[in-house]
């Protein structure tokens, strides 16, 4: 499946990417919440996807407490070299777009660290949520893929750290 990035898409990256972590992670889970029944056929069915892979680093932070599931999803936005987010980092777009919504399946279930009930987003990620919201289907999974394809590290690509032996 090819998928072609758009100006709208990538402006909407951008602005994602200002926002703080917990606001990412929040926005990210409020998309679940909006659109999951619509983005689910495109990220487990496609080509490029690797099933096993995304849910064996799913059953991994599964398995943490909630609190360094929390952590672990701050790190893979922040692009934190840690092991998690070096194994994220190896994945094609479409298998760390599965990543995040087995995360937000784990939320829905509880398994892994809901959002604090009465939660509301910040007016300024409500506003990114109505554009995303408005754009067409194959434009929402592009921002989706753009948006989760730098989180994480790369491990081809950042030298070995002394002090973590990464």
């Known amino acids: 499946m090819t998928y072609t990035t758009s ?6 990256v951008e602005a994602f990417q200002q926002l703080d972590a917990d606001t990412q992670l929040a926005l990210f889970w409020f998309i679940y919440k909006e659109m ?3 983005i689910t056929p495109a990220a487990p069915g496609a080509s490029t996807v690797s099933p096993a892979i995304a849910e064996g680093i799913f059953n991994q932070i599964k398995e943490l407490p909630h609190e360094e599931q929390l952590n672990v999803q701050r790190d893979l936005i922040c692009r ?3 092991q998690f987010t070096r194994e994220y980092g190896a994945l094609s777009d ?10 937000a399946q784990g939320m829905e279930n509880a398994s892994i660290v809901p ?8 007016e300024e990620a409500q506003q990114l949520l109505d554009r995303l919201k408005q754009m067409e289907f194959e434009q929402q999974i592009t921002f989706l893929r753009d948006y989760v394809a730098p989180m994480g590290v790369d491990p081809a690509a950042v030298e070995l750290d002394p002090e973590t032996g990464l």
């Open 7 to 12: 100006n709208t898409a990538n402006d909407l």
């Open 36 to 38: 999951g029944g619509a």
């Open 80 to 82: 934190r070299n840690t």
């Open 94 to 103: 479409t298998t760390k777009l599965l990543v995040w919504y087995l995360l």
């Open 115 to 122: 959002m604090p009930p009465g939660y509301q987003l910040a």
